[in-house]
């Protein structure tokens, strides 16, 4: 169990410009999730697959996003046209469902200049 | 709404007291609940979780917490603080397809 791993840890790019960031879960989880945590705040649901299926949405996931995980293994999570509200930590998770916790990864910081 | 609450933003407490981080739930059935731990810069580690049953669960780094029905309450205690537990604590209700997170406590230790 090598656990959650997420790349890049950091990304810094300019307004407008799209950035992709990468998710592999623990490998036996069927479950994969995306939450976005701004400063100072607790992290917010984005999204969640149950092996490729991208099963729910939240509200915060605007056009702009968009989630992937074609194999049922790793999963992307894409920003276009990003703008200065996007700068955030991107934490993924992974885990069994159910009533069982997920097992989260270090996260992908973005900062939009 | 259905939320966690975590009433206290920033914490205080010198090393080798005790510690007790509030959370407040507004679940109507019996709610799955979690505390996780997040250190500067890093993701989260679960500390201990609470499904049924004992209402006082034991999780790791000599942490436990107490689920308190009549009080709608999941507090995180702790018999004497370390310098390494300073980090941000995040009480957790899971709705099976998501987490929702209370807002945070950022626990501080004085040598």
């Known amino acids: 169990d090598t656990g959650v791993s997420q790349d890049p840890r950091h990304k810094i790019t300019k307004r407008g410009q799209n950035v992709t960031f990468r998710c592999d879960p623990i490998?036996?989880?069927?479950?994969l999730y995306w939450y976005r945590q701004t400063l100072g705040q607790g992290p917010e649901f984005l999204t969640y697959?149950?092996?490729?299926?991208?099963?729910?949405k939240s509200r915060l996931l605007s056009d702009r996003f968009s989630a992937e995980r074609p194999k049922g293994s790793f999963s992307t999570l894409e920003i276009q046209r990003t703008e200065q509200g996007d700068s955030a930590m991107y934490l993924c998770?992974?885990?069994?469902?159910?009533?069982?916790?997920?097992?989260f990864g270090d996260g992908t910081r973005l900062s939009i200049l | 709404a259905q939320s966690v609450t975590q009433p206290d933003i920033h914490i205080t407490v010198s090393e080798g007291a005790s510690l007790e981080l509030r959370c407040n739930y507004s679940?109507?059935?019996?709610?799955?609940l979690f505390w996780y731990v997040q250190s500067p810069g890093q993701g989260l580690q679960l500390l201990l979780k609470?499904?049924?049953?004992?209402?006082l669960v034991q999780g790791i780094k000599g942490f436990e917490a107490e689920f308190k029905r009549s009080q709608s309450s999941f507090n995180l205690r702790k018999p004497s603080v370390h310098w390494s537990d300073a980090a941000e604590y995040f009480c957790?209700?899971?709705?099976?397809?998501?987490?929702?997170f209370g807002g945070g406590t950022r626990l501080m230790v004085k040598p």
């Open positions: 998770a992974s885990g069994q469902g159910g009533n069982q916790p997920q097992h």
């Open positions: 609470y499904f049924s049953g004992d209402t």
């Open positions: 490998s036996e989880h069927n479950r």
């Open positions: 957790v209700h899971n709705a099976g397809n998501m987490l929702t």
């Open positions: 697959f149950q092996n490729e299926a991208q099963l729910e």
């Open positions: 679940y109507g059935a019996t709610p799955y």
